[in-house]
């Protein structure tokens, strides 16, 4: 049971360059997220889903885009990186609608 | 929507010492109240939770107090050492319909010294 597992773990991209953080569990969640964590901030909600099809705004969804094709997957795509999204960015997943979401182990991303 | 606000920012404790740290939130339909530490480059971790029909909530050193009038609730660690120091994230959330999303607050970095 490997929990939620994200890649890659860093990444350096380009302004204007489009990449994909991958993210799967293998709990059998319904219900997955992703939060950005800037230095000193708290954890900001880009997109979640509730379920396989699935998918919904956050508190920061600008410049993402996420798609939910299976229970286990759910990738997060930036499509024209800007230096505003260089954080750290967590995949989780929780088993109901009222309980605490296992973390991944977050992919750190830097945009030049 | 709801609002998460942490203090302290940082906190600095001697080993043995106690460690408190308070959230407050905005919304009072809020019901769901976690606490995630996280240690230097890992993943945030649920240390405990504590739901809005329980008052207080212990697991060994650590403990999570809840006052749903003044909508504020608090992380109590007691006899701290030194693999305590971690940021320490309080969360709440309310379930709408049929979801429940949670709010962080900003964290506390705690620093137990040996």
Known sequence: NAGVTQTPKFRILKIGQSMTLQCTQDMNHNYMYWYRQDPGMGLKLIYYSVGAGITDKGEVPNGYNVSRSTTEDFPLRLELAAPSQTSVYFCASSYDRVGGYTFGSGTRLTVV | GENVEQHP??????????????????????????????????????????????????????????NKTAKHFSLHITETQPEDSAVYFCAASRKNTGFQKLVFGTGTRLLVSP
Do not use: H
């Open chain 2, 9 to 66: 920012s940082t906190l600095s404790v001697q080993e043995g010492d106690s460690a408190v740290i308070k959230c407050t939130y905005s919304d009072s339909a809020s019901n769901y109240f976690p606490w995630y530490k996280q240690e230097l480059g890992k993943r945030p971790q649920l240390i405990i939770d504590i739901r809005s029909n329980v008052g207080e909530k212990k697991d060994q050193r650590i403990a999570v107090t809840l």
